[in-house]
């Protein structure tokens, strides 16, 4: 059976495509953010924009890479090596559960849930036990001890204002 050689690239061009496409939605929402400078002289659109750029590069790069065939020299991975589908469901479902719960039960709790979630997923694509109710907790008090300080930081010292869970600005 004779493979096709053009099939790479082509996979490669989209994925250039989906991150150039990924690049200018977000540069179209930063469009919308007001552009009034802050305490550096720096605007709140301006990590938009700055990702934004920087995505568009990357995928423009890596399309020129598809177009010239520069992937096609990449080694090949072990045989039978696939993705872990488990582990990639875990991690999506801490993005989702954050995205969506973020308002709800607010920034530190929801932060706290999308580490567990991210954590269970790593273990099991490493092949780790994910042991029981221990692992859980302690991934959880960790996940608090990241989130807690992160939104001390973005609502005491940089007044920006982040979901909380109650109206003192602590929880």
Not at 90 to 99: E, Q, Y
Request: aromatic share 12%.
């Amino acid at each position: 059976m004779v493979q096709d050689k053009r099939t790479p690239s082509f996979l490669h061009a989209l994925v250039g495509l989906g991150v150039v496409a990924i690049a200018l939605g977000l540069a179209f929402g930063a469009v919308s953010i007001p552009s009034a400078a802050g305490y550096a002289g720096v605007g709140p659109n301006f990590l938009p924009w700055l990702v934004s750029g920087a995505l568009f590069l990357c995928g423009g790069f890596m399309l020129y890479e598809a177009r010239t065939g520069g992937f096609r020299h990449m080694e090949e991975g072990p045989p039978g090596d696939q993705p872990y589908w488990p582990g990639f469901v875990w991690m999506s479902a801490g993005l989702l559960a954050n995205a969506a719960l973020l308002t709800t039960i607010g920034f530190i709790f929801s932060c706290a849930l999308c580490f567990v979630l991210a954590a269970r997923g790593m273990r099991n694509a490493e092949g780790q036990s994910t042991g029981g109710l221990r692992t859980w907790v302690k991934d959880g008090v960790i996940g608090l001890l990241i989130a807690a300080p992160v939104y001390w930081m973005f609502t005491k010292f940089l007044a920006i204002n982040l979901p909380g869970l109650t109206q003192s600005g602590w929880l």
